[in-house]
Every structure is written in C-alpha cells, then in structure tokens.
C-alpha cells in the first residue's frame, strides 16, 4: 500500500507540481485504484492554481463532478496500455490527464491534472462551459472570469504536460517500489541475524564485509604483519580482536596501544619499556608493551600518528624482532605478532615524507580496508537488533522493536560516526524510550531529521528557469532530470531509459545534445 502522505512529501514532486502548474495553469492531485483522492482539493483553505477548478470545487455537487470525472480516468486507465492520456472532464470541452501509478503491472493509483482547454476552442464552446457553470449553480461573473482564466493549449504545450504528468506518476511509482524493496531487505535482515552474517563479533551480511570475512579467514592463521585501514569508528580494533582470536596466538596476550595518546618520549617508553633511572620518575624497571604482550599479539592503532624517530624503532622490532628499552644498553628479544590500524592517507604521508616508506611496506604485508557504514546500509538493521538486544539485556527491559519510520530514518542517515555512532544513538534510544515496548521516530535526534527524503533527487530544482519561452525551459528540465538520472543510474543508460520510459536510443541522443556523457564532464561533476 502507498504511503500517500510520503509521496506528498516528496521535494522532486512538490517542486515538478510547482512549476506544472506556473507553466500550464493547472492543479495536480494524487487518487488511489478505489478513486479515494489523497491531495488536498477538497480542504476548505486549498490554494488553487487554477480559477476555474476553485469555482468548481465551491459548486454544491463540485466534488461529485471531480469524483466522476476520476472514476471515468481510472476505468479508462483499467482497459488502456497506455501509461497516460487526456479525456474531456464532467464540464463539456474542459480536459482532465491521467496517468497511471503501477509496480509490477497493478495499477495502484493515477495522477490526475486538470483543467484546460485546446486552442482550437471556439467562443461558442466557451460560452457552452459558461452556462455549464451557471446551471450548476455559479454566478455568471464568476462562470465568465474562470471561462477567460483557463489556459488555452496548443498541441505540442498539451502534449508536453501529459508527458511530464507521466513523470510525475513514474517516480511515484519508483519510489513505492523502493520502499517495497527496503521493507522486505528489512524482513529478510531480521530474519537472518545471527551467526552466518558475523565473524567473530564483527557483524555484516553486506559484499564487501563478506569480503572481509573471507581475507581474514586466510591470514588469521598466518604470521604475517597486517594493516587495518578504515574512518574513526569503523571497528578496527574489532577487527584487529578477530584476527588475534581466530588465530594459533589466541591462547596468548592481546594487547591494543593508541599511538595518538603518547607523545614521543611516553610512546618510547609504553612500547619498549625502560629500565630504572632512565629519566625523572624513573623509579623501577618497566616492561612495555612488546615485551608484555611476547607470544601474542600486539595491536598498534593510529600507527599514522607515530613521529619519524619512533618509526625507526618500530622498523626496527619488525625486522629483527628485538628492542632497546629506554635507559638499557642491552636489547631484548621478543616474538610478537603485530597488526596496526590507522585513518590516514599513509601513501601521501609518504610522498610528503611524514611516514616512512620502508615502515610501510613492513606492515602493509596484508591490507584489510573496512568500508564506512554508509557504504554497507545493508548492515545496519543487524547492527541496530543487535546493539539494542545487548542494551535491553544490560538494563533488563524486555527486548524493544524499531517503530518502522524509526528504522528508515536511521537507514537513511549517513553515519559518520560509523558503527561506533550507531551504537551509541541505539543506547540513547532505548534509555529515553524507557518502558515502551517501540522506539518512535520522535526519540531521534534532529540530525536524522534532516536527512534528505528517501526517493527525492540528488540535486534540487531551484535553479530552473520558470519564465521565458515554455520549449526553453522545457528542455532545461529535461536536462536537469537526465543529468540528475545518469548520476543515480551511475550512468547505466539502458537502466535509465527504462525509468524514464524513453528508448535507450533516444536518451543518448538527448545526452549527446545536452553534452551530459561523463566521458565529456568533468570528473564528479
């Protein structure tokens, strides 16, 4: 079923509404299969675009001529192939477009416009509409103001809205078929949590983390110095604890440091220990962490922010497996096995000598990339259950459930935070939903509310140009949406003219025209 108030809601439209009706002169509204309107016509305070549907809508039997002239659109829509068509509406001459809303060949609904007439029209036919009114029972000033007001279209102007009213349908229609698609990949992920889609305590049923899962099932077992590369909060650290306890290691220690904590001369001592009298403080020999964590692993996170003096040590350690503690003359011998993360660009530090090249060929013997959240949405309703199971389990609440706006919306956002934002937001929602069973979407934060719509465009239509010649601004629409849909369709041309119901011959034409191949533009233009 629609969510009609969505799709109201919906930015693309409401801006194609907008211009539709500077252009042509007439109002748009959305019906069900049953002829139930779900726009605003019928409320008291509707603003029409058009004078004449105003008077109409004002009339004691108004609304039936509508609901009428509605049931004729959709039974003509039930025995046509055709997505979308003009007819004449109740008042004689007066057209009305339908265009049909439809997934998987049901008709769900109809876009309507109305009303204008044909340039062809004649002021006998005028007249006839006149007193069409008045017999209705309009006043004869208003009958004759909303005759004059009608938009009078010529051919081409008439064919150019029934296309654009098809539009309008087709991305209702899309955007019904999205929502579909995200409610049953939610199902599907609710169902399928549990142990298949983790690999350790990592979680993620998405391609690129079952890449993941894959790689590390091959080295765990290995020797070999592995990087974890990833943004703050993509779960390195886990990463790291897997490959540690899925290893022959796993019986020994597992040690993590943060090289960003320390200055130099902590960092010196935290990593090699030192021995007493070494400096001020100095009171008693001190292990560090290599020596700590001898037989097992040892996890270096942030390895980016280490100075050049310190990866000299390190480079050190890693060839040849032994260490000077601060103070000792005599060096000690471990075998440890070491994995480190970081979040910066290492090969640019390098071309501007910040890291040392040799350093990273050292640890860079395996390379595990952990991809952001907004990359693996697909993850996120596993992560949400599972963090919210852990979190009812700690604060002994019966397990909660994800109102269904509440999970789109956190679907939605773009976390970049990552996994660690999420689980943080996820404990926040189940402390302030306190004891009710579903988490509303009014818990959430403003952040989520500001997320872009699910199905509007990338761009906006700000910019496009409502005055001047009608062919003009027609084409730079036609621009705009082509442009807009080469980038969604990451420039599959035969996936776009399917959405657009054009030939996939004819979409290149027009992306030639407008000079919209990629192979032409700019690079993320």
Known sequence: MIDWKTIKDLHANKKLEEIIGKWFGVDIFYTDQHGNVHSNIFDKDYDFVSHFFKIQSQLGYGKEFVSQ????????????????????????????IAAKIESEGETLGAVFAYPYVTDQITKDELQEIEEKLV????????????????????????????????????????????????????????????????????????????????????VSNSEATILIQGENGTG??????AIHYNSPRKDSVF???????????????????HIKGAFTGAVKDKKGFFEAANGGTLFLDE???????????????????????VGATQPKKVNVRVLAATNRPLKEMIAKGDFREDLYYRINVINV??????????????????????????????????????LEKMIDYKWPG??????????????????????????????FNDAQDFGAPTGNLK???????????????????????????????????????????????????????????????
């Open 135 to 218: 017999e209705c029972g309009a006043s004869k000033e208003d009958a004759q103001t909303s005759v004059e007001q009608l938009k009078k279209l010529q051919k081409h102007e008439y064919e150019y809205l029934k296309e654009l009213i098809g539009l309008v349908a087709h991305e209702v229609s899309m955007v019904y078929d999205e929502v579909n698609k995200r409610e049953n990949l939610i199902m599907d992920l609710n169902a399928e949590l549990g142990n298949k889609y983790r690999y350790h305590n990592i979680i993620g049923k998405s391609k690129k983390m079952q890449e993941i899962y894959h790689l590390l099932t091959k």
């Open 463 to 525: 910019g496009i140009n409502t005055r001047g010649k009608l062919k003009a601004a027609l084409e730079e629409l036609e621009a705009y949406m082509i442009k807009e849909g080469l980038k969604r369709c990451n420039f599959n041309k035969s996936r776009l003219s399917k959405e657009l119901g054009i030939s996939r011959a004819s979409l290149i034409m027009k992306v030639d025209k407008y000079d919209l191949d990629k192979r032409k533009k700019a690079s993320g233009e």
């Open 369 to 406: 990339t952990i991809p952001p959240l907004r990359e693996r949405t697909e993850d996120i309703p596993l992560l949400m259950d599972t963090f919210l199971e852990t979190k009812c389990g700690e604060m002994g609440h019966p397990l909660k459930q994800w109102g269904k706006k509440t």
């Open 69 to 96: 002239d509605i049931e004729k659109g959709l039974d003509k829509l039930k025995d046509t192939e055709e997505d979308s068509f003009y007819y004449e509406s109740f008042f004689p001459h007066v057209r009305m």
């Open 236 to 241: 390195k650290e886990m990463v790291a604890k």
């Open 418 to 447: 990552n996994v660690r934002e999420l689980q943080n937001d996820v404990h926040r929602l189940v402390v302030l939903a306190g004891e009710d069973k579903v988490i509303t979407p009014d818990l959430l934060g403003s952040k």
């Open 255 to 273: 040690l993590a440091v943060n090289c960003s904590a320390f200055n130099d001369n902590l960092l010196d001592s935290e990593l090699f220990g």
């Open 303 to 325: 390895i980016g922010d280490m100075s050049l003096s310190m990866q000299v040590k390190l480079l050190r350690v890693l060839q040849e497996g032994t260490f000077l503690p």
